[in-house]
T-cell receptor, first 113, second 112 residues
Framework: NAGVTQTPKFQVLKTGQSMTLQCAQDMNHEYMSWYRQDPGMGLRLIHYSVGAGITDQGEVPNGYNVSRSTTEDFPLRLLSAAPSQTSVYFC????????????FGPGTRLTVL | KNQVEQSPQSLIILEGKNCTLQCNYTVSPFSNLRWYKQDTGRGPVSLTIMTFSENTKSNGRYTATLDADTKQSSLHITASQLSDSASYICVVSLGYNNDMRFGAGTRLTVKP
């Protein structure tokens, strides 16, 4: 099992550009989520999905879109990048249910100039 | 407000020594509390998960405790190793929708 994979590992964008961060998992997990991690702060939930075709907003959803067409993939789209979106982005997956272990990907470090 | 506060922010210890990291939370409704280890440049990795009824849980040299009455948890690391150098994150799950609140973490450095 590869677990949770994310691409790219690093990305530099200019303000206003758009891009998609890729996330895939091979554990057949129902629940997938995207977080951002900023210095001195805890991870914050951007969007999450409880299954294919179902997505919902987290704590900081503005400026981001997601879709879940398959169980395996959960891409995160930045519509028009802003410097405030400079951060490290983590994708995670788990079985549905509040007690299940959550597995994180290696992260994508995004810089918006 | 649902918050998770960790202390200290950073800690330096010598290899072989023990240490204890603290986590206080105001999250409600409480479902479970998790401790994660995050190496530099990597994603967090789960160490322990405890429910309301569990007071302690161990994972090798890591032992987590939970006092649900005072809303406090601690992570004790025994006989530290250089590989323990990482950030340790306390996470509290609310009782619905996989909703979780993350602490900012404690940065631990173990020196030889």
């Amino acid at each position: 099992n590869a677990g949770v994979t994310q691409t790219p590992k690093f990305q530099v964008l200019k303000t206003g550009q758009s891009m998609t961060l890729q996330c895939a998992q091979d554990m057949n997990h129902e629940y997938m989520s995207w977080y951002r991690q900023d210095p001195g702060m805890g991870l914050r939930l951007i969007h999450y999905s409880v299954g294919a075709g179902i997505t919902d907003q987290g704590e900081v959803p503005n400026g981001y879109n997601v879709s879940r067409s398959t169980t395996e993939d959960f891409p995160l789209r930045l519509l028009s990048a802003a410097p405030s979106q400079t951060s490290v982005y983590f994708c995670a997956s788990s079985r549905e249910g509040t007690y299940n272990e959550q597995f994180f990907g290696p992260g994508t470090r995004l810089t918006v100039l | 407000k649902n918050q998770v506060e960790q202390s200290p922010q950073s800690l330096i210890i010598l290899e072989g020594k023990n240490c204890t990291l603290q986590c206080n939370y105001t999250v409600s409704p409480f479902s479970n509390l998790r401790w994660y280890k995050q190496d530099t440049g990597r994603g967090p990795v789960s160490l322990t998960i405890m429910t309301f009824s569990e007071n302690t849980k161990s994972n090798g040299r890591y032992t987590a405790t939970l006092d649900a009455d005072t809303k406090q948890s601690s992570l004790h690391i025994t006989a530290s190793q250089l590989s323990d150098s990482a950030s340790y994150i306390c996470v509290v799950s609310l009782g619905y929708n996989n909703d979780m609140r993350f602490g900012a973490g404690t940065r631990l450095t173990v020196k030889p």
